[in-house]
């Protein structure tokens, strides 16, 4: 069964690498986008911002970081991402809100990193290294992968409507459901470095 599951996987992303790229395409086309919001913001907005900001950082030394909540929200934010894409495909008009999950997942890379850059300078540069990319080499890559599982079940619901004889709708939806399942363990493993190893780093570093 491991080894079925994993094959299975392996012969989806050659027969989907171009899904693939085109949803690395909007993530990245979403990180464009947040950073330019960022750039073009009103001083009011980008200097509320950085002063949130770095009272957040100030605090950092002398205040103890809740790991549990940070893991817990980190879970339970990624898991509501997996869980829409999800329920998306298996909707027949799912498959266009699918890419724009991925393209609001990349506005909020960008946005995040442009306020973190532009508030702390090269020191924000750091900042960001350790707080958003630990985390999102492992959630980015499982969102969108699930993302293209899920395209491939709407896409083989539409077929199923067009036409009735074709057999790989139930097929691929429940083998879908399974790496929904696998995706979520990812993502867990995602929240532990969201959690503890990224605060883990920033108190060494702010201490």
Same mark, same amino acid.
């Given at each position: 069964?491991?080894?079925n599951?994993?094959?299975?996987c392996?012969?989806?992303i050659n027969e989907?690498?171009?899904?693939?790229?085109?949803?690395?395409m909007?993530?990245?086309?979403?990180?464009?986008?947040?950073?330019y919001?960022?750039?073009?913001?009103?001083?009011?907005?980008?200097?509320?911002?950085?002063?949130y900001?770095?009272s957040?950082?100030?605090?950092?030394?002398?205040?103890?970081i809740?790991n549990?909540y940070m893991?817990?929200q980190?879970?339970?934010?990624?898991?509501?991402?997996?869980? /829409?894409?999800?329920?998306?495909?298996?909707?027949?008009?799912?498959?266009?809100?699918?890419f724009?999950?991925?393209?609001?997942?990349?506005?909020?890379?960008?946005?995040?990193? /442009?306020?973190?850059?532009?508030?702390?300078g090269?020191?924000?540069?750091?900042?960001?290294l350790?707080?958003?990319?630990?985390?999102?080499?492992?959630?980015?890559p499982c969102?969108?992968f699930?993302?293209v599982?899920?395209i491939n079940?709407?896409?083989?619901?539409?077929?199923g409507?067009?036409?009735?004889?074709?057999?790989? /709708?139930?097929?691929?939806?429940s083998f879908?459901?399974?790496?929904?399942? /696998?995706?979520?363990?990812?993502i867990?493993?995602?929240?532990?470095?969201?959690?503890?190893?990224?605060?883990?780093?920033?108190?060494?570093?702010?201490?």
């Amino acid at each position: 069964m491991k080894i079925n599951f994993l094959e299975g996987c392996r012969k989806h992303i050659n027969e989907n690498y171009i899904l693939y790229i085109v949803s690395f395409m909007f993530v990245l086309i979403g990180v464009v986008m947040g950073m330019y919001v960022v750039r073009y913001m009103g001083d009011t907005y980008k200097n509320d911002l950085s002063n949130y900001l770095l009272s957040f950082v100030n605090e950092i030394g002398g205040t103890e970081i809740n790991n549990k909540y940070m893991l817990f929200q980190g879970i339970k934010n990624n898991v509501l991402i997996l869980g /829409a894409i999800y329920i998306l495909g298996f909707t027949i008009v799912g498959i266009p809100f699918i890419f724009v999950i991925d393209l609001i997942k990349g506005f909020t890379l960008g946005f995040s990193s /442009a306020v973190i850059i532009n508030s702390l300078g090269t020191k924000g540069m750091i900042f960001s290294l350790l707080t958003l990319v630990p985390q999102n080499l492992i959630y980015v890559p499982c969102i969108m992968f699930a993302s293209v599982f899920s395209i491939n079940v709407a896409w083989g619901k539409i077929k199923g409507k067009l036409n009735k004889s074709y057999p790989d /709708a139930k097929v691929n939806s429940s083998f879908c459901t399974y790496v929904m399942l /696998a995706s979520i363990l990812v993502i867990t493993l995602g929240a532990i470095v969201e959690g503890y190893f990224s605060p883990f780093l920033l108190s060494i570093i702010y201490k």
